[in-house]
Each structure stands twice: as structure tokens, then as C-alpha cells.
């Protein structure tokens, strides 16, 4: 089997595909609320009056119609002032992408130069080659306190050839201690606990375009995964 490397996959059919999905707003039928099940600028607002500041980041943005819901909300209220945002997503050149709070880019890469309050990635995962080490990486930006909000079929993470079958099964089969998550109908909320980054202790082999559609009826990126020897 070939599997692809980071390069072949930013190029493939599947992952450079503008016809997605990508203009999810955040609320109404097609937004954000529907497929994470909370309030974004809810969860933004609280925090910043604890805080005294928020700072989401919306990985996997598409057209960036769920931040300019949240632009045109915050800019009428006082507190909306202290909640800043960026998006990042990987298709430039298709969509014209005039807010300065959208980057091009490659989510496994970015670093926003400041801890995160707040990650979304609205099925974004689906076309990430190494969506476990995405979720570190993700994990090792968010503040204390933060949460990550994201869309995952564990069906497409293979270790050792094995599809794991959920989050749990994943954490347990890594030896990772208990976690404040929790997983419900493909949604991973993940809260950061402290300071310490996460490790899941595995080597990533490469991925895959899915011989078969996953629960969202659309083809994907298998990841592939070995537990390194001891």
C-alpha cells in the first residue's frame, strides 16, 4: 500500500477540493451550533468576562461565514470588543479572502503566536492526514482552561492496521491518563487541563484516501498509525 506523505495530500483530489461544504454560519440550520452543540459566542463571551479576554480559533474556516457572524454580533456589545478571532483553511486563489482575520495556510503548521481560548474544526479532520498529531498540536496552543470543539470519525484512525472504534479505546490503547473529554455523535470536546502538552505515543505512518465514505457520506483521508516499540 502507498501511503501518502503531507505534500501528496495537500495536493490530492479530496483535500484541495473547493466544493466542500464552506460557508457553515454559526447558527441556523447549516452552522456551527447544529454540528458542535453549543453556542460558540456564548462559550467566547463567559470566558472573556472571566478572563478579561478571548481568542478563538476557527481551523478548517472555508469561507469564513461563521467569523463574520460572530464580527457583526461582537462589534454590538461591550464585551464583544475583548473577543478576538482567526480563521485558517488551506484553499487560496478559489475563494476571495478579504478579512485580515483569515490566514491561507496549513492548519498542522500555524502557530497563532498566543494561546487559544477556543478551537473549532467543523469537520476539518476529515482531510487531515495526521489528525492525531493535529489534535496535539492544537492541545499545545490552547490556554488553560481551553477547549477544542471538533468533528472526528475515529473509523479513520488505523493503528496497526486497526480502525479505532472511539475515543476512549484511542486514549486507552495509548496508555494516556484520564482526560476531561467527551465524545457524542462524532463531536470531540476536549478541555485543557493545566499547562502540560498530551501525547498519544504514536508513529505516523501516512494516510489515505477511504475506499469508502464515512458517516458523513463523503470520501476522506484515512490516518495511519504504529504503536512504536518499547
Do not use: Q
Not at 478571532?85 to 488551506?90: A, H, M, S
Not at 490556554?143 to 475515543?167: E, Q
Request: aromatic share 8%; hydrophobic share 40%; proline share 3%.
Amino acid at each position: 500500500m502507498h501511503l501518502l506523505a503531507n505534500s501528496e495530500l495537500l495536493n490530492s483530489h479530496v483535500v484541495a477540493n473547493s466544493t466542500m461544504n464552506r460557508n457553515r454560519g454559526l447558527s441556523g440550520v447549516n452552522s456551527y451550533a447544529v454540528e458542535l452543540g453549543f453556542d460558540i459566542l456564548l462559550w467566547l463571551m463567559d470566558r472573556a468576562r472571566l478572563h478579561g479576554n478571548a481568542f478563538w480559533c476557527d481551523a478548517c474556516c472555508g469561507e469564513g461565514e461563521a467569523l463574520s457572524d460572530a464580527r457583526s454580533v461582537l462589534d454590538k456589545s461591550e464585551i464583544g470588543k475583548n473577543i478576538a478571532f482567526v480563521g485558517v483553511d488551506l484553499i487560496g486563489g478559489v475563494i476571495d479572502f478579504r478579512s485580515p482575520n483569515i490566514v491561507i495556510g496549513d492548519v498542522a503548521t500555524y502557530d497563532p503566536g498566543r494561546p487559544v481560548d477556543l478551537i473549532t474544526c467543523v469537520h476539518g479532520l476529515h482531510y487531515i492526514g495526521d489528525k492525531v498529531g493535529l489534535l496535539e498540536h492544537f492541545y499545545s496552543i490552547l490556554a488553560p482552561g481551553g477547549m477544542i470543539a471538533c468533528n472526528i470519525d475515529f473509523a479513520n484512525v488505523l493503528v496497526g492496521g486497526t480502525p479505532v472504534k472511539s475515543w476512549n479505546a484511542l486514549a486507552r490503547s495509548t496508555g494516556m491518563k484520564r482526560m476531561n473529554a467527551t465524545f457524542r455523535k462524532h463531536v470531540l470536546i476536549l478541555h485543557k487541563s493545566g499547562v502540560l502538552p498530551i501525547r498519544f505515543g504514536l508513529k505516523y505512518c501516512g494516510a489515505e484516501i477511504s475506499a469508502e465514505p464515512n458517516y458523513t457520506g463523503i470520501t476522506v483521508i484515512n490516518s495511519w498509525y504504529e504503536k512504536p516499540e518499547n
